[in-house]
Structures are given as structure tokens and as C-alpha cells.
């Protein structure tokens, strides 16, 4: 797996790290396919089968291959050279003229990693010397228009011998030009800047027409560069639209972003121009918004400038927000992640936040959150257009709630006086009255709505109340507010002229001059945005989401605690031998719920080129295609990358006492299970060594069975096989990557106790991402099967909508929609297990349905545990079975051990004894002689073992043999 490799695949160059897996081949040929004949493509590829290194490769090579056009290191510029040119007579270019064809499209970002030096003379001279370039370029040029057109089956065929264009003497001192202007850069920047709205700088050009570095006038090259065109208008064609799509990579969280880019240095892409957009809760270096609870908020008040004071780090953007200049700082020539931007930022005193933003012009693959692309106000305020564009969502199993939660919006009773009191002020004060009247009277129109209805709410659990409309009965609420299809623009136009930092005035004497004018804050933009963005959708094209929202006022109850009586001194004091009084207090909440992720879809649906959906999770994979209105014309379920004596997948539908387990919610609630689950799971803890991850359905579960563990004692008795941990509800980030670390070094530095188990829940932090490869999950055991939470109000109201639509609109039926829930979480749990393609465990699946109905029970997993998984009649055969599995993998990891223990003791002891011998005939060096004339590796360690072996029983008496044992103990204890 070290060596590189090159995969020509529907007609495209792929330069690929290792060689690489069928599945990897597999997902490669789907994108490829995908890419080329604008189809979207929904691909499952198991965890540690290579998926992120697939998708880079292939897309890269893809986007790179498209135009033909080299891309040159560092600047997105195209350095085209006819098919037609002749070789340069000018001063500068005739000495190393080396041609480049351009219909190979290989990127001066990637490197050739197969072309050796001599091969590589061959190309140079055969280009000088032969009169015949255009006919060579032509029939290669051909050769790949054929390669397109082949059969699927020779997309897998590498070809053996393929002339890779070199760097023209041009290009190359064009770079050398680049890097001297490097230090003049900034102060030229800075001269020219233009600043323009949510934006530290408009466009730069760092060339003028005068000063052209690129090409001189005594040539050909003269009548393509003389006339120097900017940056921005060598990369864009005549519409002023990009030439080639750039990509956008979006995952889950921040944290997966970092993998991802880790996984793009090892590639021969890894120089490709390329940013990360991410929150200012990542990016942020201002002290004063670091510190500060709501920093978006902070951030937009210093960029205001209010109280005179603005935000210094947004100023120094300009010295790092073009890709040349960034790729030439020091770490940044390769592929970087956020830790390094934000590094960086601080050292340069430059915003890395609005860095990544600038950097997204000239980036062919911006990496983000996935949310930021399906969420319409954050691809406004980060001005990502989709059109044309790739779309990659990785980590996708969850992509239809994301696309749920981010067509919906819920704002509470006090968010909306706290906006109507702020524009009641501007209004009295008459700034800008003619647009923040209208503003008012949509907070007033909803405050009033609300009030009226809180009154009438159906009590639904403890303390809880609802009332429910659907979109259209909403509209009609809406109408008698005075906002209509007709008024909602004028409405929008507004709320924008709001935003305005400052409007034009004409004095009675003079020219027409600018003021600046108090603006609505932060949090009441915040408000407004995300009520207009759903207000949109409600008035879209004549109404037509409409039916896909449900409305619904909630009323729950918080206690506050009471305003105490200030003392004279205007501290707040409480009475004496009085306790502090608290109040409860109802909360309205006001929701606007999106049952149909499509709603947000259709934002880019019809507007990118391609979209492709992967995880190693997606089954079952029929939702997607009905859920999110997609058409995916590719899909592709892959295998794993490992044996099938690696994994060991087992159903058990009754504990050590025989007793039947069945997760329903009537059978966990009673003692007989609970004792039956802990039983079961201590005797698999006491079979399976290191690290035992167990899943269960839900928190309240999780805090039942640890309050009757511990009464029994059973918690003890697990205390006294492993490190116990259990996976918190909530809680800071902090404090659950210290659990995590007690976990780690339970398994690493393990003394007394085998390992650790670690007790955690579907859909939880521990769940999704997080990588527990090796001894880390031996073993993955899930209790019961995790279905949502069915009194749940939007799970309820989304299994009737399903249900309603399931015939009109081709969606699943509601019950069948719900089981797609809980068996994509249960997928996500079985993968903690098995991370690479040496690694092994067992996946354990505790529940009585899964032996009584497996059609139904099983078809929901992924394809690699549904081939594996046998089913137990008794849980004495499935822990026999275990344990014959455990032991089997164990000795190999002992063995394995073991010879790398008498290694380290045999260097250690050849080491001592080279240093006690003075003669010339040490053992190093006849180890090292043997090295050379054995013909395999192997052979030479084993000649050398077998010398090293009597030297073992030598006692040096400066150094006695007792001492070392004792080290090589304390060794293999932390080790």
C-alpha cells in the first residue's frame, strides 16, 4: 500500500497514493461516471474501506482533466498553449522550450509520481528535436477521446505508458517571478484595496497591464499576455463564469474536516488552491469575541464599529487572502486545516474567518459543514454560489434531518418583543421610520397571534402544551396580518434597507454626501433573517411548500429566579434567614417545522452539476431518492476491505439465565431485563479484552440500567473487569474529550483491569465520527434497536405527512420511514467497529426480533454485517463462539508482540555489547553484512536474531542482566 499508482477511469487520470481496494476502485468509477454524464450518485462504502481518499482522488483528477488546461503551483492560472504553436524563438523561451500538451490536462499542482528521470529526458528531447509535435499531441488527444468512449469494463485498466507534460521554461520562471513578488505583495495590496459590504476586500489584481510578469512582447505568447488580463479573467470564460466546477466537500462537524484534509496531503493533489469555511466559534481570534457567549453577535458589533471601536484582525485580510500569496507561506503549499488558518491568523494578526471566505474565488474545493450548503441564509452570508458547481456530502446518513432542520425556524415569544421593542426605538427616535414601521408591525402582528392562541393549547405530557397548523391554514393567519405574496416582497426590501451601514443625504447647500445611521443589532437581524427565509418558502411559487410545514406553538415552563431588592449601595441583596425565591414561568415557542426535506433541496437540486451522497452508513439506501426529490441515477453499495475471519457478527435473543431480551419499551422498564442485560454484558466483557463499546436506544434507558446496576451490585463487578465510562447527556465539549482520554489510556495503560467499556447511546457524540480503531473496540454490542423517540410531536407529525403523501409523492410509507431511522443509527453505531483493513472485532446485536424476524429485523443493515451475521439459538453458543474468535485474533496480536519485544531486546542487547566489543568484527557489522548479501530482507533479520541469541546470555558487569529485564518489564507495561 505504499507505492503510488495511476487509474485511468472513464477517460480520466487518477494519480492515487497506494494501490488501491476494489471498493476504492468501485466508488471511483461511480464518481468518475457520475461526473462525466451529470448524474448524481449515491454511494455506500464501509468505514475504513478508504472512502475520503476515493472521493478526493477522483474528483480532483476529474475537475483537473475537464478544460485540459494546466494549472500552474500556487496561482489558479492557465498557461495555455495552442496545439498549433511552434517552438518560441524569443530570448527567454528558446534555450528550454519543452511542449505541452494540453488535452492531458495535468495540473502543475499535482505531481507526475510515476514519470522517472530518464523517462522524463526522453519526453524533453523527443519534444525539442521532432518536427512532428501537433501529430503526436493529436493522437494523444485522440487516444483519450477513445478512452472515453470504452466499455465500463476497461475503466479499471491503467495505462502502461502515458507522456506526462513537463514545466515549460515559461512557466518556471514565470513561478520565479511569482515567488520574488511574494515580499511586495502586501504593501501593493494594501494600496490598491476595496472594500465592498460583508467583505474586508473587493477583487485584486496584482498585475497591471504595464507590469505583466508572465510574458514578454517578441513572441507569440505576446498576443495572449501583452494585454495582461487579471487573475479572475484567465480563470473565467466570456459569461464571466468559472471554466471548470469548483467543488464543494461538505461533512458533518469541523472535526471530520480536519480528517479529510489530513487524508488530501497524502495525495498528489494536496497542492490544490483550496479553503475551509467554517463558524467564528472555529476561526474566531479577537480576544474580546473569543470570550463572549454569542460570538457572531460580538463579531458584527466590532465590524459596526460601534463604540468607536472595530475589529483590527478584519484588517490585516488583505495580506493573506489571495491563494498565491497563501500557498507561499510557510505550511500552506499543501493542503491545510483550520488549527494551521487560524495559526496562522494570529501570527499575521489576520482574520482567519473572512481569510477563508476571500480564499473561496479562487479555490477549485472548499471544504464546510454540509449545513452551510443546504442552509439558504448561511449560503447567503457566505456568499456560496452552487450553480454549475460538484456538491460532495460525506458523512451523509444523516442528510435528510440536516435538509429538515434547515428549511425550519422557531423564535420565541421574548425574541420577538425583544425585536419589536428595538424597533419601536428607532421608530420614536425617526430613523429610517419608513422602513422599520413595517418591521414593527409583523413583531406586533405575531406577539398578538401568540397571545391569542397560548390560550387555547392541548395538554400533551407533563408541564407541556401544543397546538398545531398547517402551512396553508398558517397562510390565511398570515394574510389577516397583512402579509401576503403581494406585501412579502415589499416586506424583504425593507428589512435589506435596513441592513444598510449608511444612506445618502442631500444638505440644502452643497453635494450629495453619505451618513452613517444606526442599525437594528445583531440578535434582531439574526431573528428577522431566519423568519424571512421561512416566510420565503412559505411563498414560494405560488405557495407550493406550503403543505410541507406544520406550525406549531409549544408551552413549556422554566423557573427563573425572582429579581431580588437591590441594597443602597445598588448591589443586589438578599432578605436575611431568607431563601433565594424562584418563579416558573411559561415559555411560548413559536415553530415553523419543515416535514419534507426536499423543500430545501430544491435550492440546489436543479442548480448544480452533480451532487454525491456517501457514507459508510447509508442503508437502507431507498429513502434518499423520495425524501430529498433527487433522482440518483448511480448508486453503489461496496464491500468492506477486510476478511471475513476478521469480524465476528452474532445475534443473541436471551441472556446467561435464558430469560428473552426484547428492547421494547414494556420489557426495559421491568428488573427481570435489566439484570439479564448486565449479566450479559459482564460476561462479555470478561470473554472480549481491551476496549468494549455498548450502544443503547436512548439516555432514560442508559440512567435505568445504571441506577439498578448499581443497586444490585453488578456495577462493581463490571468496576472490577474494566474501566467503566458512560457517554454524558449534554454537557462542554471539554469535559467529554477528557472522558474519552480516560477511556484511551485505560486500553493503552492497562494494569489490574482488562481494558475499558465505555457505555454510550445511539445518536450520541460517542456514535457519530468518532474513530475506535484496534484495541480501542474489540467489541461493539448495541441493545435493542434505536427507533426514534415515538412521542416525539415531530417524529409523530412526519409519520403522518409520509403516510398522507406516500402514494401522490412516491414517499415511504410512514411506519417504513420510521424503521429507516433507527436502523441508519444502529449502522452508525456497528461502524465504531473495524476502522482499517487489519483491524478486527466483533459486532453484537442483543434482541429477540432479530432471531424471530430477520427479514424484517436485518434488511436494514449494512451490506457487510448482513453477510456476515449468524443468529444464536443461546447465548452460551454465541459466547463459545466468541471467545474461540477472541482468543484466535489475541494470539496473533501476542505473537506479534512478542517478536516485537525481542526485538527492542535483542537491538538493546547488540547495542550494549557493540559498545563493550572494540574489535572490528561487531556484531553490527556482520548484521549489516548479511543484510547486504541475503536477498530478502527477512532472511538477513533472521540470521541476525539467530547471532544476537547467545550474545543474550553474555552478563556485562557494568550492566547487569537484572536491571535491563526490569526496564524491558516497565517497557512493555506502558507500551
Given at each position: 500500500?505504499?507505492?503510488?499508482?495511476?487509474?485511468?477511469?472513464?477517460?480520466?487520470?487518477?494519480?492515487?497514493?497506494?494501490?488501491?481496494?476494489?471498493?476504492?476502485?468501485?466508488?471511483?468509477?461511480?464518481?468518475?461516471?457520475?461526473?462525466?454524464?451529470?448524474?448524481?450518485?449515491?454511494?455506500?462504502?464501509?468505514?475504513?474501506?478508504?472512502?475520503?481518499?476515493?472521493?478526493?482522488?477522483?474528483?480532483?483528477?476529474?475537475?483537473?482533466?475537464?478544460?485540459?488546461?494546466?494549472?500552474?503551483?500556487?496561482?489558479?492560472?492557465?498557461?495555455?498553449?495552442?496545439?498549433?504553436?511552434?517552438?518560441?524563438?524569443?530570448?527567454?523561451?528558446?534555450?528550454?522550450?519543452?511542449?505541452?500538451?494540453?488535452?492531458?490536462?495535468?495540473?502543475?499542482?499535482?505531481?507526475?509520481?510515476?514519470?522517472?528521470?530518464?523517462?522524463?529526458?526522453?519526453?524533453?528531447?523527443?519534444?525539442?528535436?521532432?518536427?512532428?509535435?501537433?501529430?503526436?499531441?493529436?493522437?494523444?488527444?485522440?487516444?483519450?477521446?477513445?478512452?472515453?468512449?470504452?466499455?465500463?469494463?476497461?475503466?479499471?485498466?491503467?495505462?502502461?505508458?502515458?507522456?506526462?507534460?513537463?514545466?515549460?521554461?515559461?512557466?518556471?520562471?514565470?513561478?520565479?517571478?511569482?515567488?520574488?513578488?511574494?515580499?511586495?505583495?502586501?504593501?501593493?495590496?494594501?494600496?490598491?484595496?476595496?472594500?465592498?459590504?460583508?467583505?474586508?476586500?473587493?477583487?485584486?489584481?496584482?498585475?497591471?497591464?504595464?507590469?505583466?510578469?508572465?510574458?514578454?512582447?517578441?513572441?507569440?505568447?505576446?498576443?495572449?499576455?501583452?494585454?495582461?488580463?487579471?487573475?479572475?479573467?484567465?480563470?473565467?470564460?466570456?459569461?464571466?463564469?468559472?471554466?471548470?466546477?469548483?467543488?464543494?466537500?461538505?461533512?458533518?462537524?469541523?472535526?471530520?474536516?480536519?480528517?479529510?484534509?489530513?487524508?488530501?496531503?497524502?495525495?498528489?493533489?494536496?497542492?490544490?488552491?483550496?479553503?475551509?469555511?467554517?463558524?467564528?466559534?472555529?476561526?474566531?481570534?479577537?480576544?474580546?469575541?473569543?470570550?463572549?457567549?454569542?460570538?457572531?453577535?460580538?463579531?458584527?458589533?466590532?465590524?459596526?464599529?460601534?463604540?468607536?471601536?472595530?475589529?483590527?484582525?478584519?484588517?490585516?485580510?488583505?495580506?493573506?487572502?489571495?491563494?498565491?500569496?497563501?500557498?507561499?507561506?510557510?505550511?500552506?503549499?499543501?493542503?491545510?486545516?483550520?488549527?494551521?488558518?487560524?495559526?496562522?491568523?494570529?501570527?499575521?494578526?489576520?482574520?482567519?474567518?473572512?481569510?477563508?471566505?476571500?480564499?473561496?474565488?479562487?479555490?477549485?474545493?472548499?471544504?464546510?459543514?454540509?449545513?452551510?450548503?443546504?442552509?439558504?441564509?448561511?449560503?447567503?452570508?457566505?456568499?456560496?454560489?452552487?450553480?454549475?458547481?460538484?456538491?460532495?456530502?460525506?458523512?451523509?446518513?444523516?442528510?435528510?434531518?440536516?435538509?429538515?432542520?434547515?428549511?425550519?425556524?422557531?423564535?420565541?415569544?421574548?425574541?420577538?418583543?425583544?425585536?419589536?421593542?428595538?424597533?419601536?426605538?428607532?421608530?420614536?427616535?425617526?430613523?429610517?421610520?419608513?422602513?422599520?414601521?413595517?418591521?414593527?408591525?409583523?413583531?406586533?402582528?405575531?406577539?398578538?397571534?401568540?397571545?391569542?392562541?397560548?390560550?387555547?393549547l392541548v395538554e400533551r405530557d407533563y408541564e407541556?402544551?401544543?397546538?398545531?397548523?398547517?402551512?396553508?391554514?398558517?397562510?390565511?393567519?398570515?394574510?389577516?396580518?397583512?402579509?401576503?405574496?403581494?406585501?412579502?416582497?415589499?416586506?424583504?426590501?425593507?428589512?435589506?434597507?435596513?441592513?444598510?451601514?449608511?444612506?445618502?443625504?442631500?444638505?440644502?447647500?452643497?453635494?450629495?454626501?453619505?451618513?452613517?445611521?444606526?442599525?437594528?443589532?445583531?440578535?434582531?437581524?439574526?431573528?428577522?433573517?431566519?423568519?424571512?427565509?421561512?416566510?420565503?418558502?412559505?411563498?414560494?411559487?405560488?405557495?407550493?411548500?406550503?403543505?410541507?410545514?406544520?406550525?406549531?406553538?409549544?408551552?413549556?415552563?422554566?423557573?427563573?429566579?425572582?429579581?431580588?431588592?437591590?441594597?443602597?449601595?445598588?448591589?443586589?441583596?438578599?432578605?436575611?434567614?431568607?431563601?433565594?425565591?424562584?418563579?416558573?414561568?411559561?415559555?411560548?415557542?413559536?415553530?415553523?417545522?419543515?416535514?419534507?426535506?426536499?423543500?430545501?433541496?430544491?435550492?440546489?437540486?436543479?442548480?448544480?452539476?452533480?451532487?454525491?451522497?456517501?457514507?459508510?452508513?447509508?442503508?437502507?439506501?431507498?429513502?434518499?431518492?423520495?425524501?430529498?426529490?433527487?433522482?440518483?441515477?448511480?448508486?453503489?453499495?461496496?464491500?468492506?476491505?477486510?476478511?471475513?475471519?476478521?469480524?465476528?457478527?452474532?445475534?443473541?435473543?436471551s441472556g446467561p439465565k435464558g430469560r428473552t431480551l426484547c428492547?421494547?419499551?414494556?420489557?426495559?422498564?421491568?428488573?427481570?431485563?435489566?439484570?439479564?442485560?448486565?449479566?450479559?454484558?459482564?460476561?462479555?466483557?470478561?470473554?472480549?479484552?481491551?476496549?468494549?463499546?455498548?450502544?443503547?436506544?436512548?439516555?432514560?434507558?442508559?440512567?435505568?440500567?445504571?441506577?439498578?446496576?448499581?443497586?444490585?451490585?453488578?456495577?462493581?463487578?463490571?468496576?472490577?473487569?474494566?474501566?467503566?465510562?458512560?457517554?454524558?447527556?449534554?454537557?462542554?465539549?471539554?469535559?467529554?474529550?477528557?472522558?474519552?482520554?480516560?477511556?484511551?489510556?485505560?486500553?493503552?495503560?492497562?494494569?489490574?483491569?482488562?481494558?475499558?467499556?465505555?457505555?454510550?447511546?445511539?445518536?450520541?457524540?460517542?456514535?457519530?465520527?468518532?474513530?475506535?480503531?484496534?484495541?480501542?473496540?474489540?467489541?461493539?454490542?448495541?441493545?435493542?434497536?434505536?427507533?426514534?423517540?415515538?412521542?416525539?410531536?415531530?417524529?409523530?407529525?412526519?409519520?403522518?405527512?409520509?403516510?398522507?403523501?406516500?402514494?401522490?409523492?412516491?414517499?415511504?410509507?410512514?411506519?417504513?420511514?420510521?424503521?429507516?431511522?433507527?436502523?441508519?443509527?444502529?449502522?452508525?453505531?456497528?461502524?465504531?467497529?473495524?476502522?482499517?483493513?487489519?483491524?478486527?472485532?466483533?459486532?453484537?446485536?442483543?434482541?429477540?426480533?432479530?432471531?424471530?424476524?430477520?427479514?424484517?429485523?436485518?434488511?436494514?443493515?449494512?451490506?457487510?454485517?448482513?453477510?456476515?451475521?449468524?443468529?444464536?439459538?443461546?447465548?452460551?453458543?454465541?459466547?463459545?463462539?466468541?471467545?474461540?474468535?477472541?482468543?484466535?485474533?489475541?494470539?496473533?496480536?501476542?505473537?506479534?508482540?512478542?517478536?516485537?519485544?525481542?526485538?527492542?531486546?535483542?537491538?538493546?542487547?547488540?547495542?550494549?555489547?557493540?559498545?563493550?566489543?572494540?574489535?572490528?568484527?561487531?556484531?553490527?557489522?556482520?548484521?549489516?553484512?548479511?543484510?547486504?548479501?541475503?536477498?530478502?530482507?527477512?532472511?538477513?533479520?533472521?540470521?541476525?536474531?539467530?547471532?544476537?541469541?547467545?550474545?543474550?546470555?553474555?552478563?556485562?558487569?557494568?550492566?547487569?542482566?537484572?536491571?535491563?529485564?526490569?526496564?524491558?518489564?516497565?517497557?512493555?507495561?506502558?507500551?
Amino acid at each position: 500500500m505504499s507505492s503510488r499508482a495511476e487509474y485511468i477511469i472513464g477517460g480520466v487520470k487518477i494519480h492515487f497514493p497506494c494501490k488501491a481496494y476494489p471498493s476504492q476502485l468501485a466508488m471511483m468509477n461511480s464518481i468518475v461516471r457520475g461526473l462525466n454524464s451529470r448524474q448524481h450518485c449515491l454511494l455506500e462504502s464501509p468505514t475504513g474501506s478508504g472512502k475520503s481518499l476515493a472521493l478526493l482522488c477522483s474528483a480532483l483528477a476529474w475537475q483537473q482533466s475537464l478544460s485540459g488546461k494546466p494549472v500552474e503551483e500556487g496561482l489558479n492560472k492557465k498557461a495555455e498553449v495552442p496545439l498549433s504553436s511552434v517552438t518560441c524563438c524569443c530570448a527567454c523561451h528558446s534555450k528550454n522550450f519543452t511542449y505541452c500538451d494540453t488535452s492531458l490536462g495535468i495540473s502543475r499542482h499535482f505531481s507526475s509520481p510515476s514519470t522517472a528521470p530518464s523517462e522524463q529526458n526522453d519526453i524533453s528531447s523527443t519534444s525539442q528535436d521532432s518536427p512532428g509535435k501537433t501529430t503526436l499531441a493529436a493522437k494523444l488527444s485522440a487516444k483519450k477521446q477513445a478512452s472515453m468512449c470504452r466499455d465500463e469494463n476497461d475503466d479499471f485498466q491503467v495505462e502502461k505508458k502515458r507522456i506526462r507534460p513537463l514545466e515549460s521554461a515559461q512557466q518556471i520562471r514565470k513561478r520565479h517571478c511569482f515567488e520574488k513578488e511574494v515580499p511586495h505583495l502586501d504593501a501593493e495590496v494594501a494600496s490598491r484595496k476595496t472594500v465592498k459590504l460583508d467583505s474586508p476586500l473587493g477583487k485584486i489584481n496584482f498585475f497591471s497591464p504595464q507590469n505583466n510578469p508572465g510574458h514578454c512582447s517578441r513572441c507569440c505568447c505576446s498576443k495572449q499576455g501583452n494585454s495582461q488580463e487579471s487573475s479572475d479573467t484567465m480563470k473565467k470564460n466570456h459569461e464571466g463564469k468559472s471554466r471548470r466546477p469548483k467543488i464543494y466537500f461538505g461533512t458533518r462537524t469541523h472535526k471530520q474536516i480536519a480528517q479529510i484534509t489530513r487524508e488530501l496531503r497524502r495525495t498528489a493533489y494536496s497542492g490544490v488552491p483550496m479553503t475551509i469555511l467554517s463558524s467564528r466559534d472555529h476561526t474566531c481570534v479577537h480576544p474580546e469575541v473569543v470570550g463572549n457567549f454569542n460570538r457572531n453577535e460580538k463579531c458584527m458589533e466590532l465590524l459596526d464599529g460601534k463604540n468607536g471601536r472595530s475589529c483590527y484582525f478584519y484588517h490585516g485580510v488583505h495580506k493573506i487572502s489571495d491563494q498565491h500569496t497563501f500557498q507561499t507561506l510557510q505550511g500552506m503549499c499543501k493542503a491545510w486545516d483550520i488549527e494551521e488558518l487560524v495559526s496562522l491568523g494570529k501570527k499575521l494578526k489576520a482574520c482567519p474567518y473572512y481569510t477563508a471566505r476571500e480564499l473561496l474565488d479562487d479555490a477549485d474545493i472548499i471544504f464546510c459543514p454540509y449545513n452551510y450548503l443546504l442552509d439558504a441564509q448561511i449560503r447567503e452570508s457566505m456568499d456560496i454560489n452552487l450553480k454549475e458547481q460538484v456538491v460532495i456530502l460525506d458523512e451523509a446518513h444523516n442528510i435528510e434531518d440536516c435538509a429538515r432542520e434547515s428549511a425550519s425556524y422557531s423564535v420565541t415569544e421574548v425574541q420577538l418583543r425583544f425585536a419589536r421593542d428595538e424597533l419601536d426605538s428607532l421608530v420614536s427616535n425617526n430613523i429610517r421610520k419608513k422602513d422599520h414601521e413595517p418591521l414593527r408591525a409583523v413583531c406586533y402582528s405575531l406577539i398578538n397571534w401568540l397571545e391569542e392562541n397560548s390560550e387555547h393549547l392541548v395538554e400533551r405530557d407533563y408541564e407541556s402544551s401544543y397546538k398545531i397548523w398547517s402551512g396553508n391554514e398558517m397562510l390565511l393567519n398570515l394574510y389577516k396580518m397583512g402579509i401576503t405574496t403581494a406585501t412579502f416582497p415589499i416586506l424583504q426590501g425593507h428589512f435589506s434597507a435596513v441592513l444598510q451601514k449608511e444612506e445618502k443625504v442631500t444638505p440644502i447647500h452643497g453635494k450629495e454626501e453619505t451618513r452613517e445611521v444606526p442599525i437594528i443589532s445583531a440578535s434582531t437581524q439574526i431573528m428577522l433573517k431566519g423568519l424571512f427565509m421561512v416566510l420565503d418558502y412559505l411563498f414560494r411559487q405560488n405557495s407550493r411548500f406550503a403543505d410541507d410545514y406544520k406550525i406549531a406553538i409549544q408551552q413549556t415552563y422554566s423557573w427563573t429566579n425572582q429579581i431580588e431588592i437591590s441594597d443602597k449601595n445598588g448591589f443586589f441583596a438578599l432578605p436575611k434567614n431568607k431563601k433565594r425565591s424562584r418563579q416558573k414561568i411559561a415559555v411560548h415557542v413559536l415553530n415553523f417545522w419543515c416535514l419534507n426535506p426536499a423543500v430545501a433541496f430544491s435550492d440546489i437540486n436543479g442548480k448544480v452539476r452533480t451532487i454525491v451522497l456517501t457514507s459508510g452508513t447509508l442503508s437502507p439506501m431507498k429513502s434518499f431518492s423520495s425524501e430529498l426529490g433527487v433522482t440518483f441515477t448511480i448508486q453503489l453499495e461496496a464491500n468492506h476491505v477486510i476478511n471475513n475471519s476478521q469480524v465476528w457478527v452474532g445475534t443473541i435473543g436471551s441472556g446467561p439465565k435464558g430469560r428473552t431480551l426484547c428492547a421494547t419499551f414494556q420489557h426495559t422498564e421491568t428488573f427481570e431485563f435489566q439484570d439479564e442485560v448486565g449479566a450479559l454484558l459482564l460476561s462479555v466483557c470478561q470473554t472480549v479484552g481491551q476496549g468494549i463499546l455498548c450502544f443503547l436506544p436512548s439516555y432514560k434507558l442508559l440512567e435505568k440500567l445504571k441506577e439498578r446496576w448499581f443497586y444490585t451490585g453488578l456495577w462493581n463487578n463490571l468496576e472490577l473487569v474494566k474501566t467503566v465510562i458512560v457517554e454524558p447527556q449534554g454537557g462542554e465539549k471539554t469535559d467529554f474529550d477528557e472522558l474519552l482520554q480516560v477511556y484511551y489510556d485505560a486500553i493503552k495503560y492497562k494494569g489490574e483491569k482488562d481494558g475499558a467499556l465505555l457505555i454510550a447511546v445511539c445518536r450520541g457524540k460517542v456514535s457519530e465520527g468518532l474513530d475506535f480503531s484496534d484495541d480501542n473496540a474489540r467489541a461493539v454490542i448495541t441493545i435493542g434497536i434505536p427507533f426514534p423517540n415515538v412521542k416525539d410531536l415531530q417524529v409523530e407529525l412526519k409519520r403522518r405527512y409520509n403516510d398522507h403523501h406516500s402514494k401522490s409523492r412516491g414517499l415511504l410509507p410512514g411506519r417504513q420511514w420510521y424503521e429507516i431511522q433507527a436502523y441508519r443509527a444502529l449502522n452508525q453505531a456497528l461502524g465504531r467497529c473495524i476502522r482499517h483493513k487489519n483491524d478486527w472485532g466483533a459486532l453484537i446485536l442483543v434482541d429477540d426480533r432479530f432471531i424471530n424476524n430477520p427479514s424484517r429485523y436485518t434488511s436494514g443493515l449494512s451490506k457487510w454485517v448482513r453477510q456476515e451475521i449468524q443468529h444464536h439459538s443461546t447465548f452460551e453458543n454465541a459466547l463459545e463462539s466468541l471467545a474461540e474468535f477472541s482468543k484466535k485474533h489475541q494470539k496473533v496480536i501476542d505473537a506479534s508482540k512478542k517478536n516485537k519485544k525481542c526485538l527492542q531486546d535483542n537491538a538493546s542487547t547488540l547495542k550494549v555489547t557493540c559498545l563493550e566489543d572494540s574489535t572490528p568484527t561487531c556484531l553490527l557489522e556482520a548484521a549489516s553484512h548479511l543484510s547486504r548479501e541475503s536477498p530478502r530482507g527477512d532472511e538477513a533479520k533472521m540470521h541476525v536474531q539467530e547471532l544476537q541469541c547467545p550474545k543474550m546470555n553474555i552478563k556485562n558487569p557494568s550492566l547487569p542482566s537484572g536491571n535491563i529485564s526490569r526496564k524491558e518489564k516497565k517497557k512493555s507495561f506502558i507500551v
